[in-house]
């Protein structure tokens, strides 16, 4: 079988003493973290459309992306891209992988001529799964991509479009089965709108929770017991879209008696691009038991769209492993990096040095958010903060004995009310004490 990656051996672990650029520094899949290995707590993933299908080009230039299998075009091109694939997970030795359905196999004439080149594609992943440790985490339907998505999917305002998306959907219930996959994405790249003053809002909301029903029901058909998963976005290409935030989404689900059969799916970008941190909607996913999977990537606070750089940021990964782990980790779930390279990044190898990179930041992440957990720096504050909760008309509150007689009485009673410092600064600081203290450890 030919090689695409010649340049690159199997990357690995060398510590952070090592100046061997294709080789972890701080990712140490057998290092055990809170009783678990590394690699089974992260469950990296690698994205086959960023890594594989993306070619560099944006809104000002074409494609500058230098891969060995160029040359190639239609079910030819795909073919090679799985080979390549596979050569890349084992040279990485990352666990897992994600794709949509035209990242793997190209659309034919009709739907019919695509599902035959999807079963020709999925067919072959399957037989190289058959001897490779990289499983598949979560495929998708890309339902945003070709014209016939203007509108929309699920709630478009052509019925008939509706029911394309279904069919796409099925199929790829089917294909998630047949391959294994452990969850199953719902992203509405495009469900939402432009203006309100075309749209029936109400409809379009139904007419998703109606789809999602569906969905669930002929997975349950099937017997494809994977975990669903909606990944929140706020805008991008719609004015709004529906799956805004985990907040809005999560209202959602709650409004249509989906909450059970779905959690959901993070990115860092879409989070910044809703004006929250990456850790806040973590936690809000967290604390509402609908923590599922993350895509780990990183936005450009510069720029005002979904950039999907490599997650480098060291403050970032620590907070967000905060979460994941006081989460029990993510369950089916993983850490997929919904990322690409910089168009000037074109070489092959610049895919093996980006994973590395978002790898080790999140290996520094997760060893610094479990010390920060098991010393209790940032839970002792809180406890400490939210004291008057645990006794007197706190706790009185909490327990849902006070009410406003109760309540006006108390502070009637008051002679002064002493409220005491956040101390914001002091744990920020605290939290950069604690990354660095971790890289001191290491180099030591």
Known sequence: MMSYFKNVNLVKYEGSNSNN???????????????KRMEDLLRFAVSYWHTFTMDGNDPFGEGTMLRPYNGFSGLDLAKARVEASFEFYEKLNVPYFCFHDVDVAPEGANLSETFKNLDEIVSMIKEYMKTSKTKLLWNTANMFSNPRWLHGAATAPNADVYAYAAAK???GLEVGKELGAENYVFWGGREGYETLLNTNMKLELDNLARFFHMAKDYAKEIGFDAQFLIEPKPKEPTTHQYDFDVATSLSFLQAYGLQDDFKFNIEANHATLAGHTFEHELHTARINGMLGSVDANQGNPLLGWDTDEFPTDLYATTLAMV???????????????????????????DLFFAHIAGMDAFAVGAKVASRLIEDRVLD???????KSYTEGIGLDIVEGKADFHKLSQYALGLDKIENKSGRTEQLKATVNQYILDAYATVKA
């Open 380 to 386: 002792q504050f809180i406890d400490d903060r939210y």
């Open 169 to 171: 959907v099925k199929k």
């Open 323 to 349: 979460e994941i782990l006081k989460n029990g980790g993510l369950g089916s779930g993983g850490l997929n990096f919904d990322a690409k390279v910089r168009r000037t990044s074109f070489d092959p190898e």
């Open 21 to 35: 650029p294709l080789a972890y520094k701080f990712y140490n899949p057998e290092e055990q973290i809170n009783g």
